[in-house]
């Protein structure tokens, strides 16, 4: 897989230094027989499901998977809780696939994510997806005005530093205010 095939854009990982190199993440890699047994498995959805309690972590294991060229969003048919979460590389850009349905709880909080556009078949966001993503400049929706106000949106679903830079919704057929 090319990197401009990747649904996110974020600065690589320098995996061959080990200063660089996530301590939380390496302590699964080597430690928990489990995690590593889904990692080789490429099962995204139970490894996701399985660290989801560390934030930390699943924001690690995706920048991992992204520098190692692997796009787990287009696996699945979600993004998981805390998918970027604990990721300061600015700038992130993402293009959720169109096979992903939903946004869990937290899934960009706590990231340096710039700019996203989301299929027009998205059906629900979670609370906190977006919460203190201060960087958040542009959320693209390749849907149109009508398709937006049918996504469900739990209160609270961007909050935080996000509101102040994005104030709109670009659709296919025009701009929806928050």
Same mark, same amino acid.
């Given at each position: 897989?090319?990197?401009? $095939? ?10 061959? #230094?080990?200063? $660089? ?12 027989? %489990?995690?590593?047994?889904?990692? &080789? ?11 989801? !309690?560390?934030? @930390?972590? @699943? ?14 969003? !287009?696996?699945? %048919? ?9 990721? =300061? ?8 696939? &169109?096979?992903? +349905? *939903?946004?869990?709880? #937290? ?7 710039? @700019? ?9 966001? $979670?609370?906190?997806?977006?919460? *203190? @993503?201060? =960087?958040?400049?542009?959320? +693209? ?14 209160? &609270? ?6 509101? !102040? ?7 296919? &057929?025009? !701009?929806?205010?928050?």
């Amino acid at each position: 897989m090319n990197e401009s $095939d990747l649904s996110v854009k974020i600065p690589k990982l320098e995996i061959n #230094n080990p200063d $660089d190199f996530p301590s939380q993440l390496m302590s699964y890699i080597k430690n928990d027989p %489990t995690f590593r047994e889904l990692l &080789d498995s490429n099962n995204y959805k139970e490894l996701y499901s399985y660290i989801s !309690k560390s934030s @930390t972590v @699943t924001g690690q294991l995706t920048h991992l998977l992204y520098s190692l060229g692997f796009d787990p969003l !287009k696996e699945l %048919t979600f993004v998981p809780r805390n998918f970027l979460s604990s990721q =300061h590389y600015p700038p992130i850009y993402v293009t959720i696939p &169109d096979n992903i +349905e *939903y946004l869990d709880v #937290n899934s960009f909080a706590i990231s340096d994510l710039t @700019t996203i556009s989301l299929p027009a078949n998205l059906r629900y966001i $979670d609370r906190f997806a977006f919460y *203190y @993503t201060p =960087h958040l400049q542009s959320i +693209e929706f390749r849907g149109t005005k009508e398709q937006w106000k049918k996504v469900r949106k739990i209160p &609270d679903w961007i909050s935080g530093a996000s509101i !102040k830079n994005v104030e709109k919704i670009i659709c296919k &057929d025009g !701009k929806v205010k928050l």
